[in-house]
Structure formats: structure tokens, C-alpha cells
């Protein structure tokens, strides 16, 4: 395991530091994660890997990984001293039913409903859709962002104001 020693690599300050709130954009946690690999895991990490068990060896002070390499598919056995789990269970897009495009519409709510997996690729069209001066109070637009995790910070600061 590489020493990070005291100091670590520090995180530099957000990029667009006035439009984000100072808050850290996934763009700049992609980039900290990949001068953290750089720096410290250069050779260490394996890509194109299944892990198919992970457990704790009873009576010993260490996990076993089975894991398999996609491209070849060969097992391996691997004993660590320690495990960091993460396994991204944010990645999978999922919108509760009671959030769905097909709920809102019943509930006569009519615009777009998306995961913010899909925020990237629809934002223009969403941005386009805002009138520029609504021509009522009533014909306002409102945009809610349900979450508060790091998507759902970079979805707000997209938005217009």
C-alpha cells in the first residue's frame, strides 16, 4: 500500500470558484483522483477486474478477493489487510416511482423528468424551454432538483439564475 504520508496530495481550490459557491465540481474531483492515482497507485490499480467474493479469513488479520480478469478470465486469490468498498451504488440511475415521469404527468406536472446521469446530455434543452421574462407571475417557471449530493449541486449552478 503506498505511505500518503502527513500531507497527502492537497486538493487544489474549486475551478470556477465564484459560480460553483466554492463547492467542487465532479470535473475537479476527476481531476484530484487522477493525480491522487498518478502520484501514489501508478501500477497498483487493475482495470477490466471483476471482484467476485470479498471476505473476512476467520481468525486471521486479513480479506480474501477472489477476482477475475475480464479480458483473459482468469481467477485470482488475493489477501489484503484492508478493504475500501466502493461499489457505486450511485451509479446506477434509479428515480423513485413516486418521482417518475409517468407520476408527475398524473399529477399534472408536464416538463421533462430526468436522473442527473442524463442532466449532461438534456441541459440545453431544458435551458432553451425557460421563457426569458415569463409573461406572468403565474406562467413562472420552476425547476426542482430533488438530492443533495454532488450531482445535484452541479445541476443547480448549470441552471440559470
Not at 106 to 130: K, Q, T, Y
Request: net charge positive.
Amino acid at each position: 500500500m503506498a505511505s500518503l504520508g502527513s500531507q497527502g496530495l492537497q486538493m487544489p481550490p474549486p475551478a470556477d470558484s465564484a459560480r460553483s459557491g466554492a463547492r467542487l465540481s465532479g470535473l475537479d474531483m476527476c481531476s484530484y483522483m487522477d493525480a491522487f492515482a498518478h502520484k501514489y497507485l501508478k501500477g497498483k490499480i487493475r482495470f477490466e477486474t471483476e471482484v467476485l467474493n470479498v471476505k473476512r479469513v476467520p481468525d486471521a488479520s486479513f480479506w480474501r478477493l477472489t477476482v477475475e480478469d475480464k479480458k483473459t478470465g482468469i481467477r485470482e486469490v488475493l489477501n489484503f489487510s484492508r478493504i475500501v468498498l466502493c461499489t457505486g451504488g450511485c451509479s446506477n440511475p434509479f428515480i423513485p416511482p413516486s418521482l417518475s415521469p409517468a407520476s408527475a404527468k398524473n399529477a399534472g406536472f408536464h416538463g421533462p423528468v430526468l436522473h442527473s446521469s442524463r442532466f449532461s446530455a438534456e441541459v440545453d434543452g431544458i435551458i432553451r424551454e425557460i421563457p426569458e421574462s415569463p409573461p406572468s407571475e403565474k406562467d413562472a417557471v420552476s425547476i426542482v432538483v430533488v438530492g443533495g449530493g454532488k450531482s445535484a449541486q452541479e445541476s443547480v449552478v448549470q441552471m440559470p439564475a
